[in-house]
C-alpha cells in the first residue's frame, strides 16, 4: 500500500497514567469482514507493562480510599458517557470483530454500559460478617480492602462487554487496573480510554496496554506488583499462565471455554426450541464461549427436530456485518476461519453428514466482502461422540446434532468432555428439568432458554472451563481481600 493509504489507517496508542502513549513497534489489525488491514495495535512488551503497572500502583492509595459511594458515582457517569456513543461503539466493535452491527448495538455495547451501572450499584450493597464469643468476652468482624493492581486479560469475540466485565468490579472494589484486550479487536478499549477523565476517574486507576498474549500478556501475569489475573479465553493460555503466575503466587480467576450441550427431550416444545437452538449455536457467529455445540435430541423427535432445525438455519444470513438483515458475520481471523473449517472437513473425513453450510451450500458475497472471513451456518448430523468435533471446542457456526435414547445415557453423554461451561435442557417435564439439570457438570444450566443472565449471580464453569466465578458477590471476593479482627474486651 501506499503512504496515503496507510495514513488513512487508524493508529491506537496505549493508555498508561491516564495519557495516550505511542509505542515504538505496532501490529497490523484486519477487518474480518474485508480481509484488509484497517488499524495498527501497539506491540507492548515489558517496557510497557512495567510504566503501566507503577502508573497503577501510583494511583492505588488515593483511589481505594474513595468511599464506594464516590467510585460509585464515577462509574455510572461513565456508563452514560458510553451510553451516549452507543452507535459509534457498536459500529467500531461491528467492524473490529466482524459481528454484526445488530449484535453490537442490541447486545454488546448495552451489556458493557449495563456492566459499569451493575457494579456501580452492586459495590453499594455488600456487609461484612461478625460474630460473638461472649465467653470469651471476644467479638470477631471481618473487613474487606482492595487487593491491589488488577491484570485483566479480554479475549476478541465479545472485546468490550468482557473488558468491562472485569473493569467495572476491579475498579468498583478499589483496585486500580492495567488491563489487556486481545490484539485484534483493541479499537472500543481505546476509545473507553477516552472517556475515562471526563467520567471521572483519575489518571493511572485504569492503564490499558495493547498487544499479543506472547508478549505484553505475558510481561503482565510475570509482573511481581500484579497480585491478580483475570483473564477469559482459551484453556491452553490458562495453563500457561498458572504455570507463569505460580512462583508470586497470584489469585487467579479463569473463564476458559465450554463443548455446551443442548439437550432436547421429546416432550420439549419445538416451536420455542428450534429458534433458540439456532441462536445458541450460531449467535456471533458462533464464537461465545457459551454456544450450543453438542445438540442431543430424544430419537422420537429427532429425525423432525433435524428437518425444521437445518431450514431454520439456512434462514440465516451471512454477509456484510453492517447491513441490519445479516444474522451472521464474518469470522475473527484467516487463521481462525481455516482451523474453523478444517474441522468440518475432519467431520465428513470420519463418515458424519453435513447438512447445510460449509461446503454444502453455495455462500454468495457482495462484491467488498469477497475477501473477508465468512462461513455459512453449518449443521453436522451423525458424528460420534469421540469425534474431534464432539470434544473440541470449535468455535465457530458449526453445531453437531444426534440422537439419544434415554434420560440416564444422555447425562453421562453430555458430561462426557473435559468442559463443563453451560448447558441448555428443553423440556415441558419439570421434576425432569431439575433432575438433568443437578447432574450436568456445568456451571450453568438454561432450561426452555438460553443466555439469560441475572449479573448478581454466579458465572463461570467446571472442569476445563475455569477456576472462580464472576458476579455481584463473587466478583467481589475475587477483588477484595479478607481479614478477620478479633477484639477482646
Known amino acids: 500500500p501506499t503512504m496515503a493509504h496507510s495514513k488513512a489507517l487508524l493508529v491506537l496508542e496505549n493508555f498508561i497514567g491516564g495519557k495516550f502513549v505511542p509505542c515504538s513497534s505496532y501490529i497490523d489489525s484486519y477487518n474480518?469482514?474485508?480481509?484488509?488491514?484497517y488499524c495498527k495495535v501497539p506491540d507492548s512488551g515489558k517496557e510497557e507493562v512495567e510504566a503501566a503497572v507503577k502508573a497503577a500502583k501510583d494511583a492505588f492509595p488515593i483511589w481505594s480510599s474513595k468511599s464506594p459511594l464516590e467510585r460509585s458515582q464515577i462509574l455510572n457517569k461513565l456508563a452514560d458517557l458510553i451510553e451516549h456513543d452507543l452507535e459509534a461503539f457498536a459500529q467500531a466493535e461491528s467492524k473490529d470483530q466482524g459481528k454484526t452491527i445488530t449484535f453490537a448495538r442490541t447486545v454488546d455495547i448495552p451489556r458493557a454500559v449495563h456492566n459499569f451501572r451493575f457494579f456501580a450499584s452492586s459495590i453499594l450493597h455488600h456487609v461484612t460478617e461478625c460474630t460473638e464469643m461472649p465467653a470469651m468476652g471476644c467479638v470477631h468482624y471481618t473487613s474487606r480492602a482492595p487487593v491491589?493492581?488488577?491484570?485483566?486479560?479480554?479475549p476478541w469475540n465479545l472485546p468490550l462487554y468482557l473488558l468491562t466485565w472485569k473493569i467495572a468490579p476491579a475498579i468498583a472494589c478499589g483496585n486500580t487496573v492495567v488491563a489487556k484486550p486481545s490484539e485484534m479487536t483493541s479499537v472500543t478499549a481505546w476509545m473507553m480510554c477516552k472517556l475515562l477523565e471526563k467520567a471521572g476517574v483519575p489518571p493511572g486507576v485504569?492503564?490499558?496496554?495493547f498487544g499479543t498474549g506472547a508478549k505484553a500478556g505475558e510481561a503482565l501475569v510475570c509482573h511481581p506488583d500484579v497480585p491478580l489475573i483475570s483473564f477469559t479465553g482459551s484453556t491452553l493460555t490458562a495453563q500457561r499462565i498458572t504455570e507463569k503466575s505460580a512462583p508470586h503466587c497470584k489469585r487467579l480467576s479463569l473463564e476458559l471455554g465450554g463443548k455446551n450441550p443442548a439437550i432436547i427431550f421429546d416432550d420439549a416444545d419445538l416451536s420455542q426450541c428450534i429458534p433458540t437452538t439456532v441462536r445458541s449455536s450460531f449467535a456471533n457467529q458462533g464464537e461465545i464461549c457459551l454456544c450450543t455445540s453438542r445438540i442431543f435430541v430424544q430419537r422420537g423427535i429427532y429425525s423432525e427436530f433435524l428437518k425444521r432445525f437445518v431450514a431454520e438455519a439456512k434462514k440465516w444470513k451471512t454477509g456484510n456485518p453492517s447491513d441490519p438483515t445479516i444474522s451472521v458475520g464474518a469470522l475473527i481471523s484467516k487463521e481462525h476461519l481455516e482451523k474453523v473449517r478444517n474441522y468440518v472437513k475432519k467431520a465428513q473425513a470420519e463418515g458424519a453428514r453435513v447438512l447445510c453450510g460449509e461446503g454444502v451450500d453455495p455462500l454468495a458475497l457482495p462484491p467488498g466482502n469477497q475477501k473477508?472471513?465468512?462461513?455459512?451456518?453449518?449443521v453436522i448430523a451423525e458424528v460420534k461422540d469421540e469425534s474431534c468435533c464432539m470434544q473440541e471446542e470449535i468455535f465457530g457456526p458449526v453445531t453437531c446434532v444426534v440422537a439419544f435414547d434415554t434420560e440416564e445415557e444422555v447425562i453421562q453423554r453430555a458430561n462426557g468432555v473435559?468442559?463443563?461451561?453451560?448447558?441448555?435442557?428443553?423440556?415441558?417435564?419439570?421434576g425432569r428439568v431439575h433432575r438433568?439439570?443437578?447432574?450436568?457438570?456445568?456451571?450453568?444450566?438454561?432450561t426452555n432458554c438460553w443466555l439469560v443472565r441475572d449479573l448478581n449471580l454466579p458465572f463461570g464453569g467446571m472442569k476445563a472451563s475455569g477456576i472462580g466465578r464472576e458476579g455481584a458477590k463473587d466478583s467481589y471476593e475475587f477483588f477484595t481481600e479478607i481479614k478477620t479482627i478479633t477484639i477482646k474486651h
Open 32 to 37: 474480518p469482514s474485508t480481509g484488509d488491514v
Open 148 to 154: 491491589g493492581v488488577a491484570g485483566l486479560i479480554s
Open 206 to 209: 485504569v492503564n490499558v496496554v
Open 372 to 378: 473477508g472471513y465468512f462461513m455459512l451456518p453449518t
Open 418 to 430: 473435559k468442559y463443563g461451561l453451560a448447558a441448555t435442557v428443553w423440556s415441558s417435564n419439570v
Open 436 to 446: 438433568v439439570a443437578h447432574r450436568l457438570q456445568s456451571g450453568l444450566v438454561w
